[in-house]
């Protein structure tokens, strides 16, 4: 059964990218780039979404990528090999950092080049132009956890938080109790 290109609806995800790991939260937006997060998800298809990223000059790297990691390119000369660390791509274009690494994440081919590139929005401030697009009182996504613990349930909201699996929880000790 094939879903035609006309029912695609798309929404706009807002997301604050202030005190965040690079590669966590581009491993949260890159599927809803894709679509991936939609039952009618192909992968031949374009059915993602719009990502507004605010904040992008706060970001974090774990480790010692400040300084050890290199963004290096090409200018087309002979001998033209460039490359710059991290920290100094960063001062001098933040949302380069986390637009090389969401679509680092997204397989390169004409989807990705025409559809979903264009889709990302990044910006380094707070402020950004696309308030009409985006809903009334809408909050920013939530930020990804560093560590499998606590009361984060990744997406599955409080419905899945209290279930006999889970060591601890309160239907555990009520079937404990029984």
């Known amino acids: ?75 087309g000369y002979p001998g033209g090999l460039k490359e710059r660390p991290a920290k100094d791509m960063l001062e001098r274009k933040p949302e380069f950092v986390l637009r090389k690494a969401i679509l680092g994440m997204i397989y390169r081919n004409n989807l990705r080049m025409s559809y979903i590139e264009p889709r990302l929005k990044i910006y380094a401030g707070p402020d950004h132009p696309h308030e009409a697009q985006l809903p009334e009182g809408i909050k920013s996504l939530p930020a990804h956890p560093r560590k499998r613990m606590g009361d984060f349930h990744f997406g599955l909201g409080s419905k899945y938080s209290e279930t006999p699996v889970q060591v601890g929880g309160a239907k555990a000790r009520e079937c404990e109790d029984a």
């Open 1 to 75: 059964m094939s879903f035609p290109g006309r029912a695609v609806q798309r929404t706009w995800h807002l997301v604050d990218a202030a005190s965040q790991t690079v590669g966590r939260l581009a491993t949260t937006i890159a599927p809803i780039l894709k679509g991936k997060h939609k039952p009618t998800y192909r992968p031949n298809g374009d059915c993602g979404d719009y990502v507004v990223i605010v904040n992008a000059d706060k970001v974090h790297f774990s480790g010692k990528k400040w300084s050890d990691k290199l963004y290096r390119w090409h200018t």
